[in-house]
């Protein structure tokens, strides 16, 4: 099993900046794919970026459009933490953000694709 728990959330002004942390623990070395998602009420969760390395030796990141340009994905494996460096802020960003996990190579933007899920941290834009 693979255990994750996210922190970093909280309140922040537009154009502002905050930074995610996901903090994992448990089988870790089955692990290729570490992704962020969001989701605000009403809407469905959203991908936003993930980090993966389904080839040996070689670290790949993707992102969402909404996201692309702002944010920065980064996975450190010899801490087992993955992180989410968030500028450029907007109230429209405003979401809970999950930290989600996979041992297999998946399509990356699916939610149902992943096995593991944290509890999810709040992330407030104000205008």
């Known amino acids: 099993q693979v255990q994750l728990v996210e922190s970093g959330g909280g309140l922040v002004q537009a154009g502002g900046s905050l930074r995610l942390s996901c903090a994992v623990s448990?089988?870790?070395?089955?692990?290729?794919?570490m992704s962020w998602f969001r989701q605000s009420p009403g809407k469905e969760r959203e991908f936003v970026a993930a980090?993966?390395?389904?080839?040996?030796?070689?670290?790949?990141?993707s992102y969402g459009d909404s996201v692309a340009g702002r944010f920065t994905i980064s996975r450190d494996n010899t801490k087992n933490t993955l992180s989410l460096q968030m500028n450029s802020l907007k109230p429209e960003d405003t979401a809970v953000y999950f930290c989600?996990?996979?041992?297999?190579?998946?399509?990356?933007?699916?939610?149902?694709?992943?096995?593991?899920w944290g509890q999810g941290t709040q992330v407030t834009v104000s205008s």
């Open positions: 448990g089988r870790t070395f089955r692990i290729y794919t």
């Open positions: 980090a993966f390395n389904w080839i040996p030796g070689q670290d790949s990141v």
């Open positions: 989600a996990a996979s041992p297999r190579v998946i399509q990356v933007t699916p939610p149902d694709d992943y096995d593991y």
